[in-house]
């Protein structure tokens, strides 16, 4: 662990992503698809993928089944270099599976399993003593685990920063109907919060950016990025507020958003372990989750760091550089 810069700590589950569908679907007793194939899925593990892709040492912290989707993610993640000694096996449950919807448009809705891994997975499940000599520690989704509730979070946080962590969190609207409320003590914890918009204006009740990352201030959060999609990401905190405009895709380019808030966290933790600035870190993960929204599934389109580079340096050849507003 001595080399670990990197803890994720969330899902690591199976996704099958169908594309494109829509209501029409229903009304037919075959449908084909353009593809329908296993990819790897789950917030933690799309995070350990692409954050080991960019060039770091990532743990994950996970638990699947002994079954083959478990051996799936297994292989992957050790095929992908990402340090599995924290990806735990059960026997007594099943790892999840989500089916992908994909629409034209790009947008998706998941159909989950409530009594596969993803559910299932509690503190109990994690080794608080394993969490250490790192220098950031992600909860890659906030409600996404719903065992994982505010006394976990707040165990899990209070040993990270017991280790001098910086520390980092996504989230997904509520599962069991949770409120802000039921994770402000956690949030306390959290030094760069990415939620999108939709996400945090729900949670928050507010519609302005502006105070929907007020409210995550006010409650200890150090910086906020609210996700805004094809606009890019809010950025907030004491001192700043601006707007990183996002990579524009090309007209008549396929698109598929699976993934792409957890390509944007990695890049951003990417970006921030190499100590750039908070607008270069949410530039550079804008780019991230650019290159990932061309590909289907979350962890097909990003490859390496330098594909990135070389994704940023023509489009600022074309388009001028990308700065934050």
Not at 8 to 25: K, M, Q, R, S, T
Not at 74 to 81: G, H, I, S
Not at 159 to 166: D, L, R, V, Y
Not at 304 to 320: F, L, P
Request: one cysteine or more.
């Amino acid at each position: 662990m001595s080399s670990v810069e990197v803890i994720c700590i969330g899902a690591a589950i199976v996704d099958l992503p169908l594309y494109p569908v829509g209501e029409h679907i229903f009304k037919n007793v075959s449908y084909p698809v353009d593809n329908i194939s296993m990819t790897i899925g789950g917030d933690a593990i799309n995070e350990a993928t692409i954050i080991t892709r960019l060039g770091h040492k990532v743990s994950l912290f996970a638990m699947v089944g002994n079954d083959v989707a478990g051996k799936f993610i297994k292989d992957f993640a050790q095929q992908n270099n990402i340090i599995t000694d924290n990806l735990i096996t059960r026997e007594d449950i099943t790892t999840s599976i989500n089916v992908g919807l994909v629409q034209e448009d790009g947008e998706r809705t998941f159909v989950t399993n409530r009594n596969g891994s993803l559910w299932k997975m509690s503190l109990q499940d994690i080794e608080l003593a394993n969490i250490k000599q790192a220098k950031i520690l992600s909860l890659a989704s906030i409600f996404n685990n719903p065992k994982l509730d505010n006394h976990a979070l707040v165990s899990i946080f209070k040993k990270a920063k017991s280790e001098h962590m910086i520390i980092c969190a996504d989230m997904v609207k509520s599962r069991l109907g949770e409120s802000l409320n039921d994770i402000a003590d956690a949030l306390s914890y959290i030094d760069y919060f990415f939620p999108n918009y939709d996400e945090a204006s729900e949670l928050t009740g507010k519609t302005e950016l502006s105070e929907i990352a007020d409210t995550f201030i006010a409650l200890g959060v150090k910086n906020v990025l609210i996700k805004i999609g094809k606009k890019g990401c809010y950025i907030k905190n004491q001192h700043l507020s601006k707007i990183a405009p996002a990579f524009k895709i090309p007209k008549g380019v396929k698109i598929d958003t699976i993934g792409a808030g957890d390509n944007f966290a990695s890049g951003f933790i990417s970006a921030l372990l190499r100590g750039q600035s908070i607008e270069e870190c949410a530039v550079f993960g804008n780019a991230v989750a650019s290159v990932s929204i061309e590909s289907l599934g979350a962890t097909t389109g990003v490859k390496s760091r330098k594909q990135v580079e070389e994704m940023i340096a023509i489009y600022e050849k074309s388009n001028g550089r990308v700065s934050c507003e």
